[in-house]
């Protein structure tokens, strides 16, 4: 006779950990990071150091004080003070990215339970929060030049969109990130080359990037923008320019805060991608990516709920029935 043997949950496993998964994404962003050095100097790699050191000291201090088990071995705040710098104005000053780490990892990571109990990404909350904090600082751009020489104060190309302008840029521009913006946002290729990565190695899956950048892709070339000389249809450029490339793949794709199921996760980056676009063509900011995911973040509960599949066996509870 054979015998069964029975074990408790989970019955299917992986080599996966939290640190193979964190090390991974790391590896992706590599490639915007450097794009991120090369084109606007020592300063952003700065903005990148002191983002990350106060990141993970912020998150020691507060298991310290707390006597809890110190987690930084799980690598995570590494990433969000890496993501935080990467969405931060390239003149940013030092004591900003310092600032908006110590509210990723409090605020917004630890007080809600540490890694996976986050109902919101930690590294758009501090964004949002340095934006509603300090405007101009958030606000003002430079022009990407090798190392940083002789960079100037530029518009970004979605704040020409806004004004109804066609940027100067180039798709070649927008593709080596030969333009203004945030520091890890401006070379597409990089981003694409690390999303590449992120999906061969199975970190993330197709659903939300497609669907969010798709659907921004269709909402922008029905609906276009109001230009001078009419109305500007060129959703190529809303793609490429801002953040939504690094929004869609580093940032929605955030295992805490977006939907498990994939009904959910499709619903999530439509919904991500409809208030992209409302924000980019009809709100008084050229950007729109930072918020929409926290916003739609916050629907990821609700999303769980009535997109979970129906379980094996389980059946409708009646009416009137009994519990």
């Not at 640190?19 to 790699?45: E, K, N, T, W």
């Not at 990467?86 to 940013?92: I, K, R």
């Not at 310092?98 to 605020?107: K, N, R, T």
């Not at 333009?179 to 990089?190: F, K, M, S």
């Amino acid at each position: 006779m054979d015998r069964q043997i029975i074990s408790s949950t989970p019955h299917v496993r992986s080599k996966d950990t939290v640190q193979s998964v964190m090390r991974d994404v790391v590896i992706a962003l590599c490639p915007a990071a450097f794009m991120g050095i090369y084109h606007y100097g020592a300063h952003a790699l700065l903005l990148m150091a002191v983002s990350i050191a106060t990141a993970m000291f912020s998150e020691w201090a507060y298991e310290k004080a707390l006597q809890k088990p110190s987690t930084l071995s799980d690598c995570s705040a590494i990433i969000t003070g890496l993501l935080l710098a990467m969405n931060l104005p390239p003149a940013a000053p030092l004591w900003m990215a310092a600032v908006g780490s110590v509210f990723a990892i409090v605020m917004v990571k630890m007080l809600f339970g540490g890694l996976g109990q986050n109902f919101m990404n930690p590294a758009l909350a501090g964004r949002a929060f340095l934006l509603a904090s300090y405007p101009v600082e958030m606000t003002s751009w430079t022009s990407a030049s090798p190392f940083g020489l002789d960079a100037v104060s530029t518009a970004t190309p979605l704040a020409s969109l806004k004004q109804g302008v066609l940027p100067d840029a180039t798709m070649l521009d927008l593709l080596t990130g030969n333009i203004g913006g945030c520091l890890g946002e401006t070379c597409a290729i990089a981003l694409l080359i690390g999303a590449a990565y992120l999906l061969y190695k199975k970190v993330i899956t197709w659903r939300i990037p497609a669907f969010y950048i798709g659907t921004v892709f269709i909402l922008t070339a029905i609906l276009g923008r109001t230009g001078e000389s009419g109305t500007l249809h060129v959703p190529l450029y809303e793609i490429l320019s801002g953040g939504l490339l690094l929004g869609a793949f580093f940032m929605a794709t955030d295992y805490a805060s977006s939907p498990m199921t994939p009904l959910g996760q499709i619903i999530y980056a439509i919904g991500c991608g409809l208030l992209t676009t409302l924000i980019r063509l009809y709100g008084s900011y050229p950007e729109g990516v930072s918020y929409s995911i926290l916003i739609m973040n916050l629907c990821v509960p609700l999303l769980d709920r009535y997109t979970a599949p129906r379980i094996f066996g389980a059946r409708k509870k009646e009416k009137g029935a009994k519990a």
